[in-house]
């Protein structure tokens, strides 16, 4: 009698419904594609979809002037940092590490500060101020009054 091994072949499945992501040795990844993306599997969809977002959240991440020198910038970023977290957008670590450098830009604020005071005078802090405020929305442009009112405004006060 002769001793037969059956062995089991596995039908390879159609490469169309094979996820496409190829890894760095050149290998391909060999799970089934999902449903919900045209060529990667659960996973890999996953990371994709985390890498893009990456991008919208850094974008939302920008300070109001793009240069955190206020502390409205600074302030304005960490409510948004404070959104992201809350809706679950953004890792707890990742989250943690951000509101650590939000703290170290607020202590130096009042060094900027100084710095712009020294540079421009106060009035120039002022400057810098306002036109940020205008510029991003908060506060409208202030009108320059009539010439008579400017004259009025001139003019010493008498007690």
Not at 24 to 32: I, K, N, S, T, V
Request: glycine content about 4%.
């Amino acid at each position: 009698m002769k001793n037969t091994k059956h062995s089991r072949s596995r039908v390879a499945p159609e490469e169309s419904s094979l996820c496409q992501f190829p890894f760095a040795d050149g290998r391909q990844c060999r799970m089934f594609r999902h449903e919900s993306h045209p060529s990667l599997c659960i996973v890999h969809a996953r990371e994709e979809q985390q890498l893009l977002e990456l991008d919208r959240i850094g974008a939302q991440l920008a300070s109001l002037s793009g240069e955190f020198t206020t502390a409205t910038d600074i302030n304005h970023v960490v409510g948004k940092l404070f959104k992201l977290v809350a809706a679950n957008r953004i890792p707890r670590r990742n989250a943690e590490l951000l509101a650590y450098l939000a703290q170290l830009l607020l202590f130096s604020q009042k060094d900027v500060k100084h710095e712009q005071t020294i540079a421009c005078g106060y009035l120039g802090w002022e400057k810098i101020i306002r036109d940020l405020y205008v510029r991003v929305g908060l506060v409208r442009p202030a009108q320059t009054p009539p010439p008579e009112a400017q004259a009025l405004l001139a003019e010493p006060r008498r007690v």
